[in-house]
């Protein structure tokens, strides 16, 4: 059950309705949004009855029952799509958005050359890890606050917004100084004291899906950062493991439109971790935009045979120009049939 507060209501108004709520047995989680508090209730109960003693009170605004086990990021608590604004862009509006740069941020001149290359060919957002997650503890880590330092760079001479992953809670506040977008990796996916942190840090995540997690699992990881103050999440699909072992991962395409049936996020593809090879990433990424995804996240190097991480999957900067420009037509489309769902919204 999500509780719509009034717009005014007072502090005092809010301990009563969660007073109440609690009376019943159930706990109580509010977020405090830009305009009003929304409190959200969890737990068993007599639903029925709470949900009608509540209904009652004078500064509720709406109450709404909600059967997913999560609440905030379920389709019952919101209709439409949530839009995400960063930098001069909408993820989840009506432009699709591209992120692309390296695997890793390696040096100023590497960084500088990928998001120079990336931005001409219609990139928005440029990705680099300064922080690495690896397998392997003898493979590079990351140029750390270091590598921060020179996508700001980066960002400065070309207008990009920063994506860059966050690995430990610790580093939350030093990356959001940094990043426009804070993205957890599929390794950190159930990583449940980062994401509870990254409820406080006043930025947008991308939340990868974890390499063999479910759908519902990865709304469910949604949920722990929207419950902890921050509503601006944006999900990814980049493949997960299975017996197959042509492509690094297994893209679950279907897993885009399933989600949009369940969830008001944005949701944006990643060819390059979800094949691991440059020649499938063109045909993923038109597959991405076909079926109805908000964006891509591709990996762009600038030289990907001399990359220090997933160079293979890398695209170098001429394939990303005309990987772009073949997009243009799906892109259209994609865009046609953005205006038609928002018209038909409008006519409901
Ligand atoms: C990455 O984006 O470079 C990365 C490590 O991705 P994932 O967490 O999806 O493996
Ligand atoms: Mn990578």
Known sequence: MIISMKLHATPQEIAEVRKKVEEFGYKVHSIEG??????????VGDVTACLESVEAMPQVENVVRITAPYKFVSKEFRQGRTRIRVGGVEIGGDEFVVMAGPCSVESEEQIMRAAEGVAQAGAKILRGGAFKPRTSPYDFQGMEEEGLKLLRKAKQATGLAIITEIMGDRDV??????????????????????LKALGKCG???LLKRGMSSTVKELLMSAEYIVAHGNPEVILCERGIRTFETVTRNTCDIAAIPALQELTHLPIVLDPSHATGKRSLVPALSRAGVAIGADGLIVEVHPAPEKAVSDGAQSLDIPQFQRMMQELKPYIQLWQESRKKEVAAAAGR
Do not use: H, S
């Open 34 to 43: 830009e305009e009003r508090v929304v409190i959200a209730v969890v737990g």
């Open 173 to 194: 506040n030093l990356v959001a100084e940094y990043a426009d977008i804070l993205q957890v990796g599929a390794r950190n996916m159930q990583n449940f004291v980062l």
């Open 203 to 205: 930025k947008p995540i």
